[in-house]
């Protein structure tokens, strides 16, 4: 799902291009970074999961985006949002690069995506957040979200058991 560029006080969010799969990789698979993504981290990169990652701009179901500084174009990070069918509701997710942690740029990915999500006419902004996730709760906090539920879940590929709150933000 293609979209126009959002932009906030200090970012773009642009759409996902090829280029950009080794850095969503180097986040994503990162033991530390990664610590609260509910796919498992792999330690090699293969032809068929780059292959993947390259083609996340071309993604029907969910629009993948990186944030980006607006005067360096630097990436910051990742984020994506999917669109409930009868478009009311946008589930968002972000990523910070730890090079780029504790200076408030979650929290500027995430309501720069609520504030997209309002100006497209959703009623509902969604956000599952790890509950040993203290920063990202904090931000879904930030951004008005209220915790509606909980649920457990098998991180892909491990035996390791995975605690979400499901935070809701109503527009």
Known sequence: MKIN???TSRLLLRGFTKEDALWAYSIWN?????QY???EAKEEIDDEYLKMLECLGEDEECCYLIPVF???LERV???SFMISDDKKVYDIAYCVHKNFWCQGYATEIAQGMIDYARSQGAEKVTIYVNQENTASN????KCGGK????RTYKKKGTDIIMKDYKYEIVL
């Open 5 to 7: 560029d959002i932009e």
């Open 30 to 34: 990162n033991p530390e970074m990664g």
């Open 37 to 39: 993504l509910p796919d």
């Open 70 to 72: 607006k005067n360096s």
């Open 77 to 79: 990070g990742t984020c």
């Open 138 to 141: 904090r931000v879904a906090q």
């Open 147 to 150: 915790i509606v539920s909980e």
